[in-house]
C-alpha cells in the first residue's frame, strides 16, 4: 500500500507563498489520482485540490487561482504551490489518494479511512 510524507509546511505572512511536497512510496502512485486536503479547526478534512492521471487538475472555489497542484510520477511526488497565501488557509495539510467525498472527520483520517493512505499531515499557518 502506498505510504505518505508530507513536508514544507511552515509560519508565513498573508500574501506569501510556500511549496507543499508529498513523498509517496508504493508501486501504483502513476496509476492514482492524488489530492491534497486541508483539516480547519472544526476537524473537517476537506479536499482542496487534485491531480489526476492524465493531467487534469480540480481546485475548490477557495483556493483556485492561487494554489497549484501538480505531480512528478518519477519522484513519485505531488507538489502544491500555494501563493497569496490568506489567514484563512491556516490549516494541516494532507495528501492521500483521490477520494469520492469533498469531506471527512479528523477520526476518519486518523482510521485510515475511507482509504488507509493519509500521510500524517504538514502545518500551514499564516499570519496577518
Not at 508565513?12 to 508529498?22: D, P, T, Y
Not at 497565501?85 to 494541516?92: D, G, P, S, V, Y
Request: hydrophobic share 30%.
Amino acid at each position: 500500500q502506498v505510504r505518505l510524507l508530507e513536508s514544507g509546511g511552515g509560519l508565513v505572512q498573508a500574501g506569501g507563498s510556500l511549496r507543499l511536497s508529498c513523498a509517496a512510496s508504493g508501486d501504483t502512485f502513476s496509476k492514482k489520482a492524488m489530492a491534497w486536503f486541508r483539516q480547519t479547526p472544526d476537524r473537517r478534512v476537506c479536499v482542496a485540490a487534485i491531480s489526476g492521471t492524465s493531467g487534469h487538475t480540480y481546485y475548490t472555489d477557495s483556493v483556485k487561482d492561487r494554489f497549484t497542484i501538480s505531480r512528478d510520477n518519477a519522484l513519485n511526488t505531488v507538489y502544491l504551490q500555494m501563493s497569496g497565501l490568506k489567514t484563512e488557509n491556516t490549516a494541516i495539510y494532507y495528501c492521500g489518494s483521490k477520494k469520492n467525498g469533498r469531506c471527512y472527520s479528523a477520526y476518519e483520517v486518523r482510521q485510515g479511512r475511507p482509504e488507509n493512505d493519509w500521510g500524517k499531515g504538514t502545518q500551514v499557518t499564516v499570519t496577518s
